[in-house]
């Protein structure tokens, strides 16, 4: 069996999270958006409460606990869609304040998408552009400053990877990364941790001891000329950048059965 990019992401990502976490993942516009922003998160999550995390928390929008994202036939492009709201759950929030709140630092991993990412990990969901009239407006902050300034670590999950998306500095700093590296970011008061990783469907970026962007890992087929061109701004160490480690057998079927049983995740073919 051959991995798609998107489940070599989740088990990627499970790999990641640890039994202590509470994720937090909420919805995208779009089927792409979707798959990356919500379902990639979700059956990584799932799969590794089911392998090595049992006791780690998900929350869907902040309001859904430890959904079942096998029971999703198609990608959802709403928080409250109809096929959302009958998901099976251990418990949804109906009230407010929720069982796990954010300002608390109650999130140790989120999830995020954004329109552009910069070499600081500053991520732009507002605008392409001057702000003060920009060319595109998008979908606004939503809750990305949140994710960016109090949860514990971030996962940045992009769709795609071209150089518009990826440039030397966003048009406008929705949520903040390293700016001046990690001293920078620890002098503005921020408690979270900011970006761990920005996973797209070429590489997976990291972020060094001084803040700094590199390449973690380069995912199979992929060349190092592709993520070079597809990026606007240098990648030191690009050379050195390792395959991404498939799934084993074991564990890509665990996935088709249990976690992804209506091969969602293996829609997405492109790079």
């Known amino acids: 069996m051959k991995a798609?990019?998107?489940?070599?992401?989740?088990?990627t990502i499970a790999r990641t999270l640890r039994d202590d976490d509470v994720g937090f993942t909420g919805l995208a516009t779009g089927p792409r958006a979707a798959l990356y922003a919500t379902l990639i998160p979700l059956a990584a999550m799932q799969f590794a409460q089911a392998t090595h995390?049992?006791?780690?928390?998900?929350?869907?929008?902040?309001w859904c606990h430890n959904p079942s994202p096998g029971s999703i036939t198609q990608l959802p492009d709403a928080e409250f869609d109809p096929n959302?709201?009958?998901l099976p759950c251990d418990a949804r929030d109906l009230g407010y304040p929720p069982q796990y709140v954010v300002k608390r630092g109650d999130v140790s991993v989120g999830f995020c998408s954004a329109?552009?990412?910069?070499?600081?990990?500053?991520?732009?969901?507002?605008?392409?552009?001057?702000?003060?009239?920009?060319?595109?407006r998008l979908v606004g902050p939503i809750l990305i400053p949140e994710h960016m300034a109090l949860f514990g670590r971030e996962i940045v999950m992009m769709p795609r990877h071209e150089k518009r998306m990826f440039?030397?500095?966003v048009d406008h700093r929705t949520g903040v990364g390293f700016p001046g590296g990690r001293r920078g970011r620890a002098e503005l008061g921020l408690r979270g941790g900011g970006p761990e990783l920005v996973v797209t469907p070429k590489c997976i970026f990291a972020f060094d001891a001084g803040g700094r962007i590199f390449v973690r890992s380069i995912h199979p087929g992929i060349?190092?000329?592709?993520?070079?061109?597809?990026?606007g701004f240098d990648l030191p160490g690009l050379e050195f950048a390792p395959v991404t480690e498939e799934?084993?057998?074991?564990?890509?079927a665990f996935l088709r059965e249990h976690v992804d049983p209506h091969g969602l995740l293996r829609m997405d073919t492109a790079a």
């Open 4 to 11: 798609s990019v998107a489940e070599l992401l989740a088990v």
């Open 247 to 252: 799934p084993g057998q074991e564990e890509l």
């Open 115 to 136: 329109a552009q990412v910069d070499r600081e990990g500053n991520v732009n969901t507002v605008c392409i552009g001057d702000p003060a009239a920009p060319d595109v």
């Open 167 to 169: 440039v030397a500095r």
């Open 53 to 62: 995390a049992p006791g780690l928390t998900c929350l869907l929008a902040g």
């Open 84 to 86: 959302l709201l009958a």
């Open 223 to 231: 060349s190092t000329e592709d993520v070079r061109d597809s990026t």
